[in-house]
């Protein structure tokens, strides 16, 4: 189709499926043949609808093509073995329910021989959940070492990267930061059952 399919619907490239849909559908129900029967815009109406119809196709077909090349690369990207690629799947799961400490238990258990690029990305995601924004980092850069291709890695590692240096944090304050966490969560259990930091330890 010569024209840009996005503009035919009044959308820009990063539209959301779900507004690709709802342009779709306004501008059906605004150009459907039926609403010019025995007008004189009959004709206009029915190549406009014509239109609407291949650019909503093609970008579906576009973006389910995209899609599959995704999944393509993950899976190479992932262990070499059915096992492996299975178990770094399973940690996805976890890290996109948010649960975090059963994805770091499971990312720990990875032999070294199969912690590759996804690996190191995964444990960078936990580590970026917990605030540790210079260690996420690391693990990020080392993905994308090794797969520099990864447009998802190479996102995650801008991405904490500008954060870091926009909000003018050192590694040593993450550090004194996290020792106070951890600090004053030790007071409070010890505060329960009584006692004071020292005497508890």
Known sequence: MANDPY???????????????????????????????????????EEKMKEINEAYETIQKSRKENANRASDSYRQNTSGSSYGRERLYEIRSYIESNNFYEAEIRLNSVPNADRNAEWYFLKGVVFRARGWYFEAAKF?????????????YRIAAESIRNYTASSGRTRNEDAICNLCCGLTIADCCCECCGGDLISCC
Do not use: S, W
């Open 7 to 45: 503009k035919v619907l009044g959308l820009e490239r990063t539209a959301t499926d779900e507004e690709v849909k709802k342009a779709y559908r306004e501008l059906a129900r605004k150009y459907h043949p039926d609403n010019y029967v025995n007008t004189p815009l009959a004709d206009l109406a």
């Open 140 to 152: 990020f850069d080392a993905a994308c070492r090794m797969d520099p291709g990864n447009q998802e």
